[in-house]
């Protein structure tokens, strides 16, 4: 059966991404799905795409709010956006969205069906029939607004879903990979994120084939008015409340807060202070080959260094997806606003190293992997500020670094700030 990842607590948030991030976060997911694909392949790209610490932690490393329902949205549309001109080279398609995109999804999978030659009435049918069970199969009070089909050139595909309760404020989000999917109506997720809100009805637990079953059954000999007309019947002789159901399997559970700061408790310190050890020990001398772009420094090494663990990490390293946010900030200013300056030196030393790779040249791509090795040897052993010591710096510096967020640039600070030539990014 498809793989079970965990949940997540998701606050529902409205809005828009920025135009000067929503393009910076396009660029960002293409680049990072293309070494994903490059080293590991394509079916990798969508196994990462199903867990769903990985994509809130892929949504935290691009500038999003860190715990906030947003990210779903604007992950899918930056893939969306920055893997269509890449769909050919990479094999890799991305469908759907947000609401009209949404239920754009059969027509896109058709016209990729035909262009590349697969089967484009599965993909319809698999698409429809993912959001027949997360919106009818799994009755859990969470009303579907998002469809994103991710397909490969291989035929596999990936869906992310997400639905909201407007009561509750809240967002849940289901994973779907087709890796090993035998049935869609039992035990079919990769992952459900979201919320826990006590028993609900989940058609599509193993446990329930002999409800599915009966129910067959009856809609065959019954037909709907003989079912209501029972209904009626027996909850009109029934004089006590129903017996509860058997409690959902539990799952690994992610609990992202409403609150829009980030605290200790958010983030796995030891790592964070393994990326700036490993960026204070590979100076950009050290790196002259790679970050060949000018006024790269010890900040944006350690951007590098935290984007090369979305790359590159093991699902365990996910734990904290908060601490992704640490590399860019965050477009609310929380844990502190984009350093646009340093995001910017991130895109160009991965789109120059992309493009070495594409030439037959691997040693940018793998110095980008020997350093997050590096930053994992050493948050064994080494230490480093707190969390609040290392928000405070970063917000003196974001003067410098072109900190911006959706209420503006920072302004620069009473005092004289550092030069660039002297607080190299």
Known sequence: MARRAGSADLPLHTGRVPAWLAQRMARMGALITEVIVHH????????????????????????????????????IGALKRGLAPLSGELGVHVCGGRGRHSRRTPKELT??????????????????????????AVQDGFDLYLHGFVVTDDGHWVVVQQGMNGSSRLARRYHWLSEDLRSFVE???????????????????????????RQLELIATRGPD?????????????????????????LPHLALPARHDVRPQDVILRRLHGALAAAAEAGPADFADLLLVPGV???????????????????????????????????????????????DRTLAVLKAAVAKAKLGNDERLE???????????????????????FVTSERRSSPVYGGRSIFGWEPSLPASPPTAQRHRR
């Open 367 to 389: 110095a980008l992997r020997r350093l997050d090795a590096q930053a994992r040897r050493l948050e064994r052993q080494v230490s480093g500020p707190s969390l609040p010591a």
């Open 111 to 136: 016209d990729i069906a035909e262009r590349i030659g697969l089967d484009g009435t599965a993909l319809v049918n698999a698409s429809r029939l993912v959001a027949k069970v997360d919106s009818a």
């Open 226 to 250: 003989g079912i209501v007309a029972e209904i009626a019947a027996r909850q009109a002789r029934s004089a006590s409340p129903p017996e509860e159901p058997p409690g959902q399997l539990s």
């Open 187 to 213: 035990t079919p997720h990769a992952a459900i994120d979201g919320p826990s809100q006590g028993e609900i009805v989940n058609l599509t637990d193993r446990r329930a084939a002999t409800s599915r079953a």
């Open 297 to 343: 420094g010890a900040r944006t090494i350690a951007a590098l260094a935290t984007v090369a663990e979305v790359m590159h990490g093991a699902p365990c390293r996910f734990a904290d997806p908060a601490r992704f946010s640490l590399a860019h900030g965050g477009k609310d200013g929380h844990p502190y606003p984009v350093p646009v300056g340093v995001y």
């Open 40 to 75: 590991y392949g394509r079916d990798e790209f969508l196994r990462r795409l199903s867990h769903p610490f990985w994509f809130q932690s892929f949504g935290a490393v691009m500038g999003m709010d860190w715990h906030s329902s947003g990210i779903t949205t604007s992950v």
